[in-house]
């Protein structure tokens, strides 16, 4: 199969000079937050224009388009989009990074929203192209566009069997207005020949090959490297430096402190190592003679961390919801039930650490960036630097993973800083042990649930207590007054049906730096909830998957409790459909070998469902996972092969967290 090259702005601008016209097709990717606390560092810019379409007379078509590549597949997804409702092969799109420009684009790339959001925006551009190039095509016919058709990249008319490529149609097309995106005809779904097809990936054959460019393979003239020494307690701070001996290895040029930087970035600071290569870097890291103040977070630790959450669960906490009288229920119930879950920090681990490459010149500064948030980095660089926005100009690379990691500017305001410092290209690297001590991790939590089960063993009460290291707390400004926003998401309205229903919340303070994570909340609420529902099933003595279905009950629309005004409720009937789909593709019931057993959850979050069996083992006190089946409902799927990808993907990550974080 051909694969469509992916084409950098210079590449682009030296193809369009030559074909000396284009058909520019302007449309507007409505934002979705990663997080509140992203949206604050990062404001959006009040242009409605975020990306374009260009069609040239060599019969090319471009995306550009402001989102970041980092492994999940909108790199191929999102040209699909566009290339259905063109008519055209997908392989026929190139693909052009944006420039980094806050005035155009919106480029933060979080939140599970870069398909979802650019899915509609992406069908009236591509159609608003097809409707103009059918409006040129009938006009120098002069015959009805009703007559007229897109097709395989160019316009057919029926009865004269004419045919025109839209390279020929360009010029003509681009002197028409651009049609009304909110009136546009849209193909039909059933005549879809792009979408809902496996395709393979625009950047595969560079990765596989190695010819991909992540960040840590940007190379410019002239560039140094360096990597910086940060106290191992958080929130410390330099005390003493004694640097000869690190300034005799061959090869390092420079060593020098950096201040750490509170809201808005929050580095740790420390010592930069400036050096040749990143071999003297690290070795002339390792001879430096430092003394820390490690401050008052020396004194914390996982032992009091966890005193502190059973301080906490101890009393009650802050009444996020309450329905009924779940207290009442409980203490006059049939049957009580008790669990408890606890959760450690859990790092990003990307497989790429953390790197970024800047250069700061007098009139203006170059940076090159596998990042999430390339608007936010510019606006750091440019702090630092002293220099307007627009003179920061900021690449997008290739992401060896990012999972919330790369939406932050820590790895960023350190590139700046130390490029200020040398007035030379420079990339500041992380080494896998400054990614594991330094990140910003998933919170540390502790949930105490108790349920109670009536006679007929219908859930009479669920109340859920929770203490843990807010996300909210750290980012907000006033964070700190409602610490439970970024904890709960979908575990604040559960689709299993109870009159009484209580959460609770109380904040634990740490000093360890925390943000969003693979799914952010929802990879503990979904556990916790799932898990404590097996605890009920087996206190009913039911199976799991019959006890969902019944708590769940009949077809509903439950509001999202945590974000009620986005209109996006949990449906009841989606939910069911995917405890189903899994459970009959799992063989559900069917006898399993000796020692192997097998179990079920479902769940809701970012407007998907997903529920998994899964066969596992006990033995020696380690767990074995023989198989796992997994039924996904995410609306219609654009490329089925990156679903699976990102399904396969989720689960290795999440074994991941479960078994040995």
């Given at each position: ?13 030296k ?46 078509v ?8 980092m ?96 390279g ?38 560079d ?24 106290c ?42 400036l ?56 203490n ?135 203490t843990s ?14 610490p ?15 009159p ?83 459970a ?37 006190g ?40």
């Amino acid at each position: 199969m051909a694969i469509a090259p992916v084409v950098n702005r210079r590449d682009f601008l030296k193809t369009g000079v030559a074909g000396s016209v284009a058909l520019v097709i302007g449309f507007h990717l409505s934002p979705r937050a990663f997080a509140d606390q992203a949206e604050e560092q990062e404001k959006k810019p009040p242009n409605p224009f975020d990306a374009w379409v260009r069609i040239t007379p060599d019969n090319r078509v471009t995306l550009i388009l402001g989102k970041s590549e980092m492994g999940q597949g909108i790199m191929t997804a999102l040209p699909m989009i566009l290339a259905e409702e063109l008519c055209l092969d997908w392989k026929h799109v190139k693909i052009e990074q944006a420039p980094t420009n806050p005035k155009v684009y919106d480029h933060g790339t979080g939140g599970s929203g870069s398909v979802s959001g650019s899915w509609l925006p992406l069908r009236r551009a591509g159609a608003a192209a097809r409707e103009m190039l059918i409006a040129a095509a009938a006009a120098r016919w002069k015959v009805s566009p009703d007559t007229c058709k897109a097709q395989d990249g160019g316009i057919l008319h029926g009865a004269r069997k004419s045919f025109l490529t839209y390279g020929e149609l360009v010029s003509d097309a681009a002197q028409l207005p651009v049609p009304d995106f909110n009136t546009v005809p849209l193909k039909n779904s059933n005549d879809f020949t792009v979408v809902g097809h496996d395709t393979r990936r625009f950047e595969g054959r560079d990765k596989a090959t190695g010819a991909a460019i992540f960040g840590l393979d940007s190379r410019v003239p002239g560039m140094l490297y360096a990597v910086v020494a940060r106290c191992p307690v958080f929130a410390g701070k330099l005390k003493s430096l004694d640097a000869a001996k690190t300034k005799a290895v061959p090869g390092v040029r420079d060593v020098f402190a950096i201040d750490p930087v509170g809201q808005g970035a929050f580095t740790a600071g420390g010592v930069a190592v400036l050096a040749d290569n990143s071999w003297a870097a690290i070795q002339g890291r390792k001879a430096l003679q430092i003394t820390w103040d490690e401050g008052p977070a020396a004194s914390e630790s996982s032992a009091s961390l966890r005193q502190q959450f059973l301080d906490h669960a101890a009393k009650p906490g802050k009444v996020v919801r309450h329905d009924g009288d779940a207290d009442a229920a409980l203490n006059s119930s049939v049957k009580r039930v008790e669990a408890l879950y606890e959760f450690p920090f859990a790092a990003h681990a990307t497989m790429e650490p953390m790197n970024c490459t800047v250069h700061i010149r007098p009139d203006g500064a170059e940076a090159w960036i596998p990042t999430q948030a390339p608007q936010w980095a510019q606006g750091v660089i440019a702090g630092v630097s002293k220099l307007p926005p627009e003179s920061v100009v900021v690449h997008t690379t290739l992401m060896g993973g990012g999972f919330g990691r790369r939406y932050q500017a820590d790895f960023v305001m350190e590139a700046a800083q130390v490029a200020k410092v040398c007035g030379k290209p420079v990339m500041v690297f992380w080494t896998r042990e400054d990614d594991m001590q330094h990140d910003f991790y998933r919170p540390a939590s502790y949930h105490h649930f108790a349920g109670a089960l009536d006679a007929k063993g219908q859930l009479a009460a669920w109340k859920h207590f929770q203490t843990s290291t807010s996300i909210e707390a750290m980012w907000s400004p006033k964070g700190e007054e409602n610490p439970e926003k970024s904890e709960f998401a979908t575990a604040a309205f559960i689709p299993y049906q109870t009159p009484n229903y209580r959460i609770e919340y109380t904040l634990a303070k740490s000093s360890v730096p925390r943000a969003w994570w693979r799914s952010v909340e929802h990879s503990t609420s979904g556990f916790v909830v799932e898990s404590f529902v097996d605890e009920l099933a087996a206190a009913a003595g039911a199976d799991p998957l019959e006890f969902r279905l019944r708590l769940i009950g009949e077809d509903r629309k439950i509001p999202d409790f945590t974000n009620p005004k986005e209109g996006r409720p949990l449906d009841t009937a989606r939910l069911k459909g995917v405890l189903r789909l899994a459970a009959e593709k799992a063989g559900w019931g069917k006898p399993l070998p000796k020692g192997v057993s097998r179990g079920i959850a479902g769940y809701y979050s970012f407007e998907s469902y997903t529920a998994a069996v899964v066969e596992a083992s006990v033995k020696n006190g380690g767990v074995k996972v023989h198989r796992i089946v997994y039924a996904v409902d995410c609306g219609r799927p654009i490329n089925p092969e990156g679903v699976r990808a990102q399904v396969e993907s989720a689960a290795i990550y999440g074994l991941s967290a479960a078994l040995h974080d």
